[in-house]
């Protein structure tokens, strides 16, 4: 069976992207839950009845599910794990990876926490991720005296999928500076949704280049290497899809602008 990427629109593309970059003989099955997005202003409830229903389905055609959106990483990643996953499936989210990358930590290291080299971190994330708090409770897993600052970036990720680039830039200038008037001087930005990385560099330079940026894509994709090295039994064959619960033609149309390559989706029946 193949790896499925889960994403509640376009952001996870981000991720699909690099993994398949990353892993060009892996079959990977994409589902965007168009018909639904935007996640990130929905209720926690909400979003863990959609992800849970997505995952279930995906399931049908995958071993391996990784939520590349991070607003359903922090509202049903634990509670669906914490819940149980049928024999023979696994479900993963994004955040770990970045903190195992900000932390300097080898992936997949699950010893106690410990001091790092960063201590002031500001957190670029989706209103719902930022009120759920999900960064900040895995990050006290493996790291102590990190002082964390979040931002809710309302209206990026919509400007983005609106293709209107010129207004999320102009967004991430905006919250930027509402990040700096709590925190002046972040040592580290974390881009925590798969849409930024699209404005990662007005993110970089809205925040100046002594900020080092943690962008998703390539440390997902990165970590899911690893992961699959250990356990190569996850990713034998399948066929590579593209889904969504949207309208396919006007989905296609606009991923293809999106990582300006062409895509195909189809409806998920």
């Known amino acids: 069976m193949s790896v499925g990427i889960f994403d509640s629109g376009l952001g996870g593309l981000t991720i699909w992207n690099a993994v398949t970059k990353r892993l060009p003989n892996l079959s990977v099955t994409y589902f965007g839950d168009n018909a639904n997005a935007p996640y990130g202003v929905r209720t926690s409830e909400d979003v863990h009845s959609l992800t849970k229903k997505a995952v ?46 900000l932390t300097e930590r080898d992936w997949g290291d699950n010893s106690p926490p410990r001091e790092v080299a960063v201590s002031q971190v500001a957190l ?15 990050l006290a897993f493996r790291a102590v005296g990190v002082d964390v600052e979040a931002q809710a970036c309302g209206g990026v990720v919509d400007a983005i999928e609106d293709g209107d680039m010129i207004l999320a830039e ?50 997902v994709a990165e970590s899911l290497a690893n992961y699959l090295d250990r356990r190569p039994q996850m990713a034998q064959g399948g066929a590579a899809r593209m889904l969504t619960t ?9 991923a293809t602008q999106f990582l300006r390559r062409p895509l195909t989706f189809e409806a998920v029946t």
């Not at 670029?124 to 895995?138: G, N």
């Not at 925190?183 to 990385?197: F, I, K």
């Not at 949207?246 to 606009?254: L, T, Y």
């Open 124 to 138: 670029f994330a989706t209103p719902a991720t930022v009120a759920s708090r999900a960064f900040q409770r895995e």
């Open 56 to 101: 279930e389905r995906m399931w049908e055609d995958v071993d391996l599910v990784v939520l590349a959106c991070n607003t359903a990483s922090a509202a049903a990643l634990r509670r669906m794990q914490e819940a149980g996953v049928p024999e023979g499936k696994r479900v993963l989210g994004v955040f770990v990876p970045m903190i195992e990358a």
């Open 246 to 254: 949207g309208d396919p033609a006007r989905v296609s149309d606009r």
């Open 170 to 219: 102009a967004l991430v200038r905006s919250h930027v500076d509402a990040l700096k008037r709590k925190m002046p001087h972040p040592q580290a930005a974390v881009l925590g949704c798969t849409h930024y990385p699209l404005v990662q560099d007005a993110f970089q330079a809205a925040l100046g280049p002594d900020v080092k940026v943690f962008s998703q894509a390539d440390i």
